[in-house]
């Protein structure tokens, strides 16, 4: 993707500077513009929001105008990788039958035609892999491929499945976690066929992830993945075991959501560019575009709890609030109005104090910088992929143009 001069003469210190939590936290680096107030229900209680209507409608195609200095053909990413994904599909349906029937059925749960998702994360990885799809210097380690196990592809393919069985086992195990009765628009296993066999699927794909894992025969990129699993279990402690100062706090609340969503795709995407023998900087451009994807994703899942609804979104709307969870709608909205700590101290078991704390968000900016602030990771991801090494490939151009069409869909996506 062919970005503007200015931002690719920025882009390396833009990264530089950006390197995981900023040097002053996210949520004071964000300019104010001037907005037009409007109003907007939050999931129908009767709550009027003011925010920024001119920001909203121009987030994400910010990006475009900044990232394309000539006029290209529109990219679909999930068009673009379509056939490799059902091969990856029918693959991954494969991998997780197991012997005994019960397992069997909790295993597959997720994986059966229909309720396979958006595949989202294998997506990013087929796109990373063309992206990076270009000639590596000699002074680069070079990878003997064929003297490990199967061609470049295949290997990376196999990253792509290990990374959304270890997506689908994290579900599986929050849904115990948080008592969801929903998934997908169906009904969650948990709730299906209990907590313990969900628990035990989810055991189960991890188990068949690392068997994977293995035979890839790459010590890195075994570490990086089971470091991963590591991130899943800490960012998931720090949710339910968090003290009234770190859950107010927004770096607390950042470094969480790193753990939780954004490790995963930003170390396979680093993952994709170990195999293929790549320098340790383009190593570093792949994880910090799966880093900041992953970070804007999860901001705007957060806004959409609040302002989805629980058919859009195929699981319950305002569960985390309902779960005492806070996150960057209410830590924003807190900076204007003090006063809502002392709900969040007091829980919101009380459907009372939901009432309050969303009437105290529809009052506040708290919506409209949480989308700020997604923007603002979503343009770091695009900047990764403008500093990847040149590449006059047309393969490679269009992946890389599909990338950054990713950054504005997560941002400007309604479930």
């Known amino acids: 993707m062919v970005f503007s001069r200015a931002l690719s003469q920025i882009s390396r210190n833009r990264l530089s500077s950006c390197r995981w939590l900023f040097s002053s936290p996210p949520h004071q680096q964000l300019h104010h513009s001037n907005h037009i107030l409007t109003s907007q229900k939050v999931l129908g209680s009767r709550v009027i929001h003011s925010w920024v209507s001119n920001a909203l409608s121009g987030i994400g195609q910010q990006i475009h105008h900044q990232s394309t200095a000539v006029a290209e053909e529109q990219v679909d990413p999930f068009s673009l990788v379509a ?12 991998m997780v039958v197991a012997e ?30 063309t992206a990076l799809n270009v000639q590596i210097p000699r002074s680069a380690p070079q990878v003997d491929v064929d003297s490990l196990s199967g061609d470049l592809r295949t290997r990376q393919q196999c990253i792509a499945e290990i990374t959304e069985m270890i997506h689908v086992a994290s579900l599986l195990h ?25 628990v035990l699927a989810g055991d189960f794909l991890l188990s068949r992830a690392c068997v994977a894992l293995a035979s890839l025969k790459h010590t890195e990129v075994a570490s990086l993945l089971a470091t991963v699993v590591e991130h899943l279990v800490t960012g998931e402690t720090m949710q339910m075991t968090t003290s009234s100062d770190e859950r107010c706090s927004m770096d607390y609340y950042m470094q969480k959501t790193y753990y939780k969503t954004a490790s995963l795709i930003s170390n396979s995407c680093k993952a994709i560019a170990l195999l293929a023998g790549h320098t340790a900087e383009v190593s570093v451009l792949a994880f910090d575009y799966g880093k900041n994807l992953g970070l804007a994703f999860q901001l705007i899942d957060d806004v959409l709890d609040f302002t989805g609804t629980s058919a859009t979104l195929g699981k319950g709307s305002l569960s985390d609030i309902r779960h005492g969870i806070v996150t960057a709608p209410i830590l924003y909205a807190m900076e204007e109005f003090p006063q809502l700590r002392t709900l969040v101290d007091r829980g919101f078991d009380d459907p009372v104090n939901v009432e309050i704390a969303l009437d105290y968000l529809g009052r506040s900016r708290g919506i409209q ?32 143009r599909a990338l950054v069409e990713l ?9």
Do not use: C, W
Not at 407 to 415: A, L, M, P, S
């Open 83 to 94: 056939d490799e994904l059902s091969l990856l599909t029918n693959r991954l349906r494969s």
């Open 100 to 129: 005994v029937p019960k397992l069997a059925s909790a295993a597959e749960y997720f994986f059966k035609m229909g309720v396979e998702g958006k595949r989202f994360r294998p997506t990013v990885l087929l796109l990373m892999a």
């Open 174 to 198: 929050d849904d115990v976690l948080d008592d969801a009765e929903t998934r997908r628009g169906i009904g969650s296993l948990n709730f299906v066929m209990g907590n313990k066999l969900a």
């Open 369 to 400: 910088k949480t989308r700020e602030l997604a923007r603002k990771h979503a343009s770091i991801a695009s900047v990764a992929i403008d500093s990847l090494p040149e590449s006059s490939d047309e393969e490679v151009q269009r992946s890389r």
């Open 407 to 415: 950054t504005h869909r997560v941002i400007t996506r309604t479930k």
